[in-house]
């Protein structure tokens, strides 16, 4: 069982930045992708942001340029960096991993954005 902790929600000014951390209780190294999903509201799940065990990249369209996702194998820890941001990136966010074909899920952390 991956068990993920995540860290560094909370509540921002529009404009403001946070940085999400989600430590992982196994290496990375040996996983196939590891990510960022978000939920606001009455909303589906999104991506938000991901990267890959070869180092790509990819994230969501409104997110793009503001937000940037790297990863610490020594620390296992996989990282959001939010900046610029707005109202509508209010949501949870839910790290997770996906290893052999299974995905594991981190509990989530409040993001919020208001003035």
């Known amino acids: 069982q991956v068990q993920l902790v995540e860290s560094g929600g909370g509540e921002v000014q529009p404009g403001g930045s946070l940085r999400l951390s989600c430590a992982a209780s196994i290496s990375i190294f040996s996983v196939y992708a590891m990510g960022w999903y978000r939920q606001a509201p009455g909303t589906q799940r999104e991506l938000v942001a991901e990267v890959t065990t070869g180092g790509s990249t990819n994230y969501a369209y409104s997110v793009k340029g503001r937000f940037t996702i790297t990863s610490d194998n020594a620390k296992n820890t996989v990282y959001l960096q939010m900046n610029s941001l707005r109202p509508e990136d209010t949501a949870v966010y839910y790290c997770?991993?996906?290893?052999?074909?299974?995905?594991?899920w981190g509990q989530g952390t409040q993001v919020t954005v208001s003035s």
């Open positions: 997770y991993v996906e290893k052999n074909f299974a995905r594991f």
